[in-house]
């Protein structure tokens, strides 16, 4: 036989309902996913237009072909953790410097140096590393191919851009593919071939969806389309083997490609400080 409530019993009992659904749903829900996003940092100065014949076929391809190659670095926010990807030229006396740093830039966007945990190198060529050591508190995450060459000294006479993770510094060389951040979210792929530990990387964007970065496993449409190897990359079949691979997992996961070095992929991503979400 159904006992009357009160009123106030009434309620009494339905905050206590409620006061235990909210702690079950507590317990059972695993944290939010980290909010992913992602921007280009403009890390050296555009040259005239690249005769892309010259060092970018080893097939005499692109015979006269014109490029406006571009300089790019990419900043990627995981919850409060921060990656730099790729570090680009240093700021210098050349005419390929940034006008402005790394640091200014993340300054835009309201990130100090040290809250950079990581940073990413795709490949160790001086377009890609110049940067690196205004980040000397992160974590360097390179291809233990590239490592080899950056540390050893007759390899690598300029060694500067690197000098915090030769001293001590946290360097985390990498055999595979890396999951940086544990949820599949931002994830370092092998890709060999223009160097012996040459990378790219993906980024899975929950609004814009996956986005790959190239590195410099291409350096403009052209060479992508056609599957073309420049001759100044250290293994050709590695390179095929990593287009070939790179190529389906753009298909399979639907992603915008971005080739690090083109002009023409700067307008995939919003202009920055904007962020891809
Ligand atoms: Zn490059």
């Given at each position: 036989?159904?006992?009357?409530?009160?009123?106030?019993?009434?309620?009494?009992?339905?905050?206590?309902?409620?006061?235990?659904m909210a702690t079950a749903v507590e317990a059972q829900t695993p944290a939010a996913p980290a909010a992913v996003s992602l921007a280009r940092l403009e890390c050296g100065t555009n040259q005239p237009p690249t005769d892309v014949g010259l060092r970018f076929s080893d097939?005499?391809?692109?015979?006269?072909?014109?490029?406006?190659?571009?300089?790019?670095?990419?900043?990627?926010?995981?919850?409060?953790?921060?990656?730099?990807?790729?570090?680009?030229?240093?700021?210098?006396?050349?005419?390929?410097?940034?006008?402005?740093?790394?640091?200014?830039?993340?300054?835009?966007?309201d990130i100090s140096p040290a809250q950079v945990k990581y940073v990413g190198l795709s490949h160790s060529h001086g377009d890609h590393i110049g940067q690196a050591s205004l980040f000397p508190t992160a974590t360097l995450l390179v291809g233990k191919g590239d490592w080899?060459?950056?540390?050893?000294?007759?390899?690598?006479?300029?060694?500067?851009?690197?000098?915090?993770?030769?001293?001590?510094?946290?360097?985390?060389?990498?055999?595979?593919?890396?999951?940086?951040?544990?949820?599949?979210?931002?994830?370092?792929?092998?890709?060999?071939?223009?160097?012996?530990?040459?990378?790219?990387?993906?980024?899975?964007?929950?609004?814009?969806?996956?986005?790959?970065?190239?590195?410099?496993?291409?350096?403009?449409?052209?060479?992508?389309?056609?599957?073309?190897?420049?001759?100044?990359?250290?293994?050709?079949?590695?390179?095929?083997?990593?287009?070939?691979?790179?190529?389906?997992?753009?298909?399979?996961?639907?992603?915008?490609?971005?080739?690090?070095?083109?002009?023409?992929?700067?307008?995939?991503?919003?202009?920055?400080?904007?962020?891809?979400?």
């Open positions: 036989m159904p006992i009357p409530l009160t009123s106030s019993a009434r309620t009494l009992g339905a905050a206590t309902l409620l006061a235990v097939t005499y391809a692109y015979n006269g072909l014109k490029v406006q190659l571009v300089y790019s670095c990419y900043v990627i926010r995981h919850g409060d953790d921060v990656l730099v990807w790729d570090t680009g030229f240093p700021k210098s006396s050349a005419p390929t410097s940034p006008r402005q740093t790394i640091p200014e830039l993340l300054g835009q966007l080899d060459v950056l540390s050893d000294a007759k390899a690598t006479p300029n060694q500067a851009p690197i000098a915090p993770w030769l001293s001590g510094g946290k360097v985390e060389t990498l055999t595979g593919d890396k999951d940086v951040f544990g949820d599949g979210s931002v994830v370092i792929l092998n890709m060999p071939g223009h160097t012996p530990g040459h990378r790219s990387l993906l980024v899975r964007l929950k609004g814009m969806g996956n986005v790959l970065l190239t590195g410099d496993l291409a350096h403009f449409h052209e060479n992508y389309d056609s599957n073309g190897v420049p001759s100044f990359n250290t293994d050709r079949a590695a390179t095929l083997a990593s287009i070939d691979r790179f190529k389906q997992i753009a298909k399979n996961l639907k992603a915008t490609v971005i080739i690090q070095h083109d002009q023409r992929d700067i307008a995939k991503l919003p202009l920055f400080p904007q962020m891809a979400r």
